[in-house]
């Protein structure tokens, strides 16, 4: 995880991509670990560990989320740009800033969400008794990332030049 860039703003991005990248992939080895053991033990042992379900639930739910906020960060999600590439620089700025307004309404709906479902809420996994508030969570951590690469984009759109 080499880091070298003059720009402190650029070098804590890629530290955080790096990061995210070597989370998302750790939380890949722990659903394939589990699901691996699961069927091993249907179809070996004629036995099923149900925790292995459980545990596999909620490092899916972070690994998708994860990788969502990193594919903000990296710009990769998937998009229409065919009529966007059609039109002006001018319309094409309307374009990304409705865009980008849209995915921050969003944002934001998500957090305040976050926040009202979490007064007062306490509930656990049935059987292993893992707080449901560590499963949620994870849905304002892909918003606060999301918002840091849309924030990003917004800041690229108005430093562009018009071409």
Request: net charge positive; proline share 4%; glycine share 6%.
């Amino acid at each position: 995880m080499k880091v070298n860039s003059a720009n402190p703003f650029q070098a804590s991005m890629q530290l955080l991509r790096s990061t995210l990248e070597i989370a998302i992939g750790l939380l890949v080895l722990g659903v394939v670990f589990c699901v691996a053991a699961n069927v091993f033990g249907r179809f070996a042992l004629n036995y099923s560990f149900v925790w292995a379900e459980e545990i596999s639930r909620i490092l899916f739910i972070w690994l998708v989320l994860l990788g969502a906020g990193l594919a903000s960060l990296n710009n990769e999600h998937v998009s229409v740009s065919y009529f966007k590439n059609l039109v002006s620089s001018p319309v094409r700025k309307v374009f990304g800033l409705l865009s980008i307004g849209v995915i921050y309404v969003v944002c934001i709906c998500i957090l305040i969400g976050f926040r009202d479902i979490m007064a007062g809420f306490i509930s656990v996994t049935p059987l292993l008794q893992i707080p449901k508030t560590l499963l949620f969570s994870a849905m304002p951590v892909m918003a606060v990332l999301t918002l840091i690469a849309n924030s990003i984009a917004l800041f690229n759109l108005f430093a562009r030049s018009p071409t």
